[in-house]
Nanobody, 126 residues
């Protein structure tokens, strides 16, 4: 059974930093592109960042470029999202997702991701 478990969320002041982690089990992690999405109250789930299977390609939504960094450790079956210079607009539930069957691509569309975690809350106070 494939499982993704996010951690690292919490309450932080504007301008602060957090690092989210997503631990994967039940899949060959190195064969899956990984992504982070977020969903604020009353809004749709939006793409944040993604990384290809071996980490050679990354993609970010414009609003987080220069502030967020996605990375992965295939030896630990874990993907990370380092978030800096956080803003109140970054407040959301953050979800990790896995996309199998894509080579050298950092996908952005939710439809490419077949497995999702349960989410972790990030709250940025002003």
């Amino acid at each position: 059974q494939v499982q993704l478990v996010e951690s690292g969320g919490g309450l932080v002041q504007a301008g602060g930093s957090l690092r989210l982690s997503c631990a994967a089990s039940g899949l060959t992690f190195s064969t899956a592109a990984m992504g982070w999405f977020r969903q604020a109250p009353g809004k749709e789930r939006d793409f944040v960042a993604s990384i290809s299977r071996r980490g050679g390609s990354t993609s970010y939504v414009d609003s987080v470029k220069g502030r967020f960094t996605i990375s992965r450790d295939n030896a630990k079956n874990t993907v990370y999202l380092q978030m800096s210079s956080l803003k109140p607009d970054d407040t959301a539930v953050y979800y990790c997702a896995a996309a199998k069957g894509l080579v050298g691509i950092a996908p952005r569309e939710p439809k490419n991701f077949g497995t999702w975690g349960q989410g972790t809350q990030v709250t940025v106070s002003s």
